[in-house]
Each structure stands twice: as structure tokens, then as C-alpha cells.
């Protein structure tokens, strides 16, 4: 008998599931069709359906993403959404307003809003998964709001190209006081006077990634924590690049405490710093966080004129030091 009612209780969900499953649909979003833009998509879309884009260069294609749970794939070839100076509410290509999305293989390109935020995808809340994404020449490459719940996953994407015009920081990431953020297998390069890298979340994973600003290059900071958390950089390439005006390649806390536990560790990674007067591969601002933050900088390979400046409290051990090629 309790097997029975054990089975009873489950069949409802499992008939939800299948029903769910089998109602889901694909919309097919093709130039030069009855369904050319995502804009227009959206609109026909329920949740948990999957919206496929086919290769080609969407201009204007702007829209706020309102779906609990729905997929945007691009098929083939990478299409490119080109702000061509839209944006959706004065913030982005995409907003995504409140969900479980994920999108896949889209790039994002141009955008420029009147505050000068402009991005490729504004994440507001809930969670978002990006895979094979690539952003270019947006005022934010990615910008999130300030969530303490949402969670972000980025793996095997792009960003870069940041724009040169007068303003504000153009940060290629920037990630604001959300729960979760990972970051994995990615590339980051050629910054402009704002970071790589700019990660306010209470737990910053940034794994396996190759952040080298470039011979072009002058971001400032390639990673920036500034109010501290629980952040983990482990198996990075990072690059300092010989114009920056910032001596710092990665910084803990230079705005103070946001979170009440602060733990870095930074292991395992190449860091190359290609600015001749030198500086610092890590920079902790011991000052402006908990007295009892924990740091932990272990068997790094640390190229080129620098230091770290961790404080005396650091646990630092076997990383190496070498001279530029």
C-alpha cells in the first residue's frame, strides 16, 4: 500500500511534466519570413518554449523578456543582434525581466542607451544561462541589477571590443549584488578605462577563462571585486596589458564590505603583466573589509614586474615568479 500511494502522489506531477513537455513549442525566427525578428517571437511565446534563430544580422531586434522559463538558441552560424540604436526601455538589446532563460550561440552588438549603461543583455531577476554568446562594442557587455536571489552562469562565451567613446566606465562584465555568478571557459579582451571583469556578487566563481586585455587593450582592473564575498579565481589565463592606467590586475574590496563573509582565493592561474612600471597581480584592500577575510593566493605562475599586496594575514604558497619573454 505505501508503495501505491507513493506511486498515487507522483502521478499527477508526472502527468504535469509530460504535459508540459508535450504543449512546449519551437518558433522559428528567420529573415524574410512570417517570423522575422525575436522581438516578434516573444510575443507568441509561453513558457517553456524554445525560440531558434537562424544565422543573419537582426538590426533593432530589441526586446524585454518576460517568460518564466523559455530558450533562445541561435541555429548555425552566429546571428548577430545589432542595436542599430534601439534598445528596449532604455537599457538593452534584451532585457530579462524574471525567469529561468537561457540563451545560446547570439551575439550582441552596439548597444548604446542615453545613460550611457547601455547593454547587450540587462538581467533583472531570476536566472540566466548563457552559453556560446559572444558580446562586442556594448557600453556594458552584460549588466545585472542588484538581486540578492538571481544566479548567472556564463560558460564558453565572448566579450570584448569595449567602446572608446567619452562617458562612463565601460565594464565588458558587470555583475551587481546578486546571489550567484560563474563564470567558465570564456574570453575577455580589449577593455577601454573600465575592467574586464566587474563582479559584485556574493559568490564570484571565475574558472578556466582567458582574461588578457590585449596589446590593444586599456581596461583598468581584468578583475574587480570590489565589495569582497566568497570569490574563487582558479585556472584563469590573465593578461595586464602595457597601457593600462591601473597598476592592479585583480582587486578584492576597494569599496568595502558588502556580504558578511569575505574568502578569496586565487590558485592555479597564469597571470601576465605587460605593464612596464609594474604593480600588483593581486591587490586586497585589507582595510575596507572584515578583519577576519581569509585570502589565499597559492601555485600561481605570476609573469613580468609585479606583486602581491594581500596583507600579512595571507596564505600565501608556491607560486612562481619569471621575467617577460
Known amino acids: 500500500m505505501t508503495w501505491l500511494n507513493a506511486c498515487r502522489r ?46 543573419g544580422t537582426y538590426r533593432g531586434d530589441v526586446a524585454v523578456i518576460l517568460q518564466k522559463r523559455l530558450t533562445i538558441r541561435g541555429v548555425g552560424s552566429r546571428p548577430v543582434m545589432l542595436a542599430d540604436g534601439r534598445h528596449a526601455e532604455g537599457k538593452a538589446i534584451w532585457v530579462v525581466r524574471n525567469g529561468d532563460i537561457t540563451i545560446e550561440n547570439i551575439e550582441f552588438r552596439g548597444a548604446r542607451v542615453p545613460d550611457g549603461n547601455g547593454a547587450g543583455i540587462r538581467f533583472e531577476r531570476g536566472r540566466l544561462t548563457l552559453s556560446h554568446c559572444a558580446f562586442f562594442d556594448n557600453e ?49 579582451h580589449d577593455g577601454h578605462l573600465g575592467h574586464l571583469i566587474k563582479s ?8 578556466d577563462n582567458t582574461i588578457v586585455d590585449g596589446p590593444r587593450g586599456h581596461a583598468s582592473y581584468e578583475i574587480d571585486l570590489p565589495n569582497g564575498g566568497l570569490a574563487h579565481i582558479a585556472g584563469n ?27 578569496l582565493t ?47 594575514d595571507a596564505w600565501l604558497e608556491d607560486n612562481t615568479a619569471a621575467t617577460r619573454p
Open 237 to 263: 589565463t590573465i593578461g595586464q596589458s602595457a597601457g593600462t592606467d591601473n597598476p592592479a590586475m585583480v582587486s578584492y574590496g576597494a569599496e568595502g564590505a558588502a556580504w558578511p563573509v569575505s574568502v
Open 10 to 55: 507522483a502521478l499527477p506531477l508526472l502527468l504535469t511534466a509530460l504535459t508540459s513537455a508535450t504543449l512546449a513549442a519551437t518558433l522559428v525566427v528567420e529573415p524574410r519570413t512570417d517570423l522575422p525578428t525575436v522581438a516578434l517571437a516573444l510575443q507568441r511565446a509561453a513558457d517553456g518554449d524554445t525560440i531558434e534563430v537562424r544565422p
Open 266 to 312: 586565487v590558485e592555479d592561474n597564469l597571470m601576465v603583466n605587460d605593464r612596464p612600471e609594474g604593480g600588483s597581480f593581486v591587490r586586497v584592500w585589507r582595510e575596507r573589509l572584515p578583519s577576519d577575510t581569509r585570502v589565499v593566493v597559492r601555485r600561481n605562475r605570476l609573469v613580468g614586474p609585479g606583486n602581491v599586496d594581500a596583507g600579512t
Open 200 to 207: 559584485r556578487a556574493r559568490q564570484s566563481v571565475i574558472r
Open 140 to 188: 556594458m557587455g552584460l549588466l545585472t541589477a542588484n538581486t540578492d536571489t538571481a544566479a548567472l552562469l556564463i560558460i564558453d562565451s565572448e566579450f570584448g571590443n569595449a567602446p572608446t567613446h567619452p562617458g562612463s566606465l565601460h565594464h565588458l562584465l558587470y555583475v551587481g549584488r546578486i546571489a550567484h555568478a560563474s563564470i567558465r571557459d570564456s574570453r575577455f
